[in-house]
């Protein structure tokens, strides 16, 4: 059975810093791309940022760029989110996944204000 589990979410200022991570288990995610998404209340899921299954080839949508970085350890099984710079409009319920697949974690609440 394949879990994603992502952790780190929580309450931060404009300007602050989390660090998401997504375990897997049931899954070597090392055999896979993946992928980090959010959703915002009364909006689609979009894509924030994804990563090569080797860690070689990184992408950032325009409206993180510069602010996050998508890393893995394969060792581990887990894949990161380390934002920095946050917004409030980065406030989201962030979601982790094996891409081409339909295995998503459960998300993370992620809320930026003051």
């Known amino acids: 059975q394949v879990q994603l589990v992502e952790s780190g979410g929580g309450l931060v200022q404009p300007g602050g810093s989390l660090r998401l991570s997504c375990a897997a288990s049931?899954?070597?995610?090392?055999?896979?791309?993946m992928g980090w998404y959010r959703q915002a209340p009364g909006k689609q899921r979009e894509m924030v940022a994804s990563?090569?299954?080797?860690?070689?080839?990184?992408h950032y949508e325009d409206f993180v760029q510069g602010r996050f970085t998508i890393a893995r350890d394969n060792a581990k099984n887990t894949v990161y989110l380390q934002m920095n710079s946050l917004k409030p409009e980065d406030t989201a319920v962030y979601y982790c996944?094996?891409?081409?697949?339909?295995?998503w974690g459960q998300g993370a609440q992620v809320t930026v204000s003051s």
């Open positions: 990563i090569s299954r080797d860690g070689q080839s990184t």
């Open positions: 996944k094996v891409l081409l697949s339909n295995y």
């Open positions: 049931g899954i070597s995610v090392s055999l896979y791309d």
